[in-house]
């Protein structure tokens, strides 16, 4: 707008650093918003980018198919629980979350069922920006509130209680079997981002809670969609969240990490249950086509950076940085700004008891020679599963010194 926050001229990224254009280094903490898992100009990746894009960037994906889609496809099939099998390619995160609701829409309308029209999710959660997703997103701390009186009014269950509030208790999800025990009726899915809450407040939360929900899901006759778009492809400690809580999706959305940060693709995976359904009317059409559906370049990418991720060591990795990131963030404890520090897969986080001057804290972070992009009153870092221990640590030294 007319008087934004500043910004930073990035001319090069590798590895872990981004390089401004004044020659600052920084390090990177941030994975690009958890998609960079591989760090920056990777030779692989780069090298899937060139040669697809010696052979076609794009073609369209109607009446045309090509290699690296069917790939990604079937690598996807073979990396998610068995249920899933078959994949829909669109264009973001925001946009799987629009084709797993029309999914789920169209599943219950062309079998009949013209009541099925709401979801229920959970307070606290974000599913992008797109208008499907922002009526699932908290309806206050969304960041999509001056919208409400226009968005689709769905059903809302209390959010989940953070694992740092206490062991699991059965008491913890009364509310949403409540709301699904009355509603059930017309509820078409659930939709939720597994373990973690991410950009609506980077809340982690108990794997009963899922495994309850995936039970009411069962009990009520309603769709289970997983919103896997930040924590998939290892970020928690399992290569995807919903692995903690032994549980299966009907609708499964990946993105962000699906190209190792290279560019904007992702997924919706579903079951041969739900394309059954889609297709009782008769039609076998799932009613979405974007133009860029399954670019060859993306496509490209996404097979080489999962082939990179599955053939790393990544657990270890994701271990590591687990330990470091509790051990050194916990310093933060003493200070009296801070509410609490939380920890989970590569993901660090200090809870502020008051929101934090962004434009402020990116100078002092920039100064420290990191790069964090704290919101509200969440400082939080998502590094590269490549980062090395010192590196690291001059990013949790530094929000400990910004803090203080
Ligand atoms: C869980 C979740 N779903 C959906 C989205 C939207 O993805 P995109 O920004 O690629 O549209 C995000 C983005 O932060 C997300 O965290």
């Given at each position: 707008m007319s008087n934004p926050t500043p910004v930073l001229p990035v001319v090069s990224a590798r590895g872990v650093t981004l390089k401004l254009a004044d020659g600052t280094e920084l390090i990177d903490g941030m994975s690009s918003w958890w998609s960079a898992l591989h760090g920056y100009n990777h030779p692989k990746l780069n090298q899937a980018l060139s040669d697809q894009s010696?052979?076609?960037s794009h073609v369209m994906f109607g009446g045309l198919t090509h290699e690296p889609a069917i790939t990604l496809a079937k690598r996807l099939i073979d990396i998610t629980s068995d249920n899933l099998q078959h994949v829909f390619f669109a264009d973001s995160g925001?946009?799987?979350?629009?084709?797993?609701?029309k999914m789920a829409l169209q599943f219950w309308y062309a079998q009949g069922e013209h009541k099925k029209t709401k979801l229920l999710t959970v307070n606290k959660g974000y599913f992008g920006d797109t208008f499907g997703g922002m009526a699932v997103c908290d309806p206050v701390n969304g960041m999509h509130e001056m919208f409400t009186d226009v968005l689709p009014q769905h059903i809302f269950a209390e959010a989940p209680k953070s694992l740092t509030e206490?062991?699991?208790?059965?008491?913890?999800?009364?509310?949403?079997?409540?709301?699904?025990?009355?509603?059930?009726?017309?509820?078409?899915?659930?939709?939720?981002?597994?373990?973690?809450q991410n950009a609506g407040g980077l809340r982690f939360y108990h794997a009963e809670y899922l495994q309850a929900v995936r039970?009411?899901?069962?009990?009520?006759?309603?769709?289970?969609?997983?919103?896997?778009?930040?924590?998939?492809?290892?970020?928690?400690?399992?290569?995807?969240?919903?692995?903690?809580?032994?549980?299966?999706?009907?609708?499964?959305?990946?993105?962000?990490?699906l190209t190792g940060g290279y560019m904007t693709l992702s997924a919706v995976l579903t079951s041969r249950k739900v394309v059954a359904g889609i297709e009782a009317d008769g039609k076998g059409v799932l009613m979405h086509g974007p133009t860029f559906m399954a670019n060859p370049l993306a496509c490209s990418v996404a097979n080489a950076s999962i082939d990179l991720l599955l053939a790393s060591p990544w657990q270890q990795r994701?271990?590591?940085?687990?330990?470091?990131?509790?051990?050194?963030?916990?310093?933060c404890n003493q200070l009296n700004t801070v509410k609490e520090v939380r920890v989970k897969g590569a993901i660090g986080v200090v809870e502020l008891h008051e929101p934090i001057d962004v434009a402020w804290s990116q100078k002092q972070f920039t100064a420290e020679g990191v790069w964090l992009r704290p919101f509200g009153k969440l400082v939080y870092v998502m590094p590269p599963f490549i980062i090395k221990e010192q590196e690291l640590k001059k990013i949790t030294q530094a929000i400990f010194k910004i803090l203080s």
């Open positions: 010696q052979k076609m925001s946009v799987a979350v629009e084709v797993a609701i206490g062991a699991w208790d059965e008491s913890y999800i009364h509310d949403f079997k409540q709301k699904i025990s009355e509603n059930h009726a017309q509820i078409a899915a659930v939709i939720i981002e597994p373990m973690v039970e009411l899901c069962n009990k009520y006759n309603v769709l289970l969609i997983l919103d896997e778009i930040a924590t998939g492809f290892g970020r928690t400690g399992t290569l995807f969240a919903y692995e903690q809580a032994n549980i299966q999706a009907d609708i499964l959305c990946l993105g962000k990490a994701v271990k590591a940085i687990e330990s470091q990131l509790a051990r050194e963030l916990a310093e």
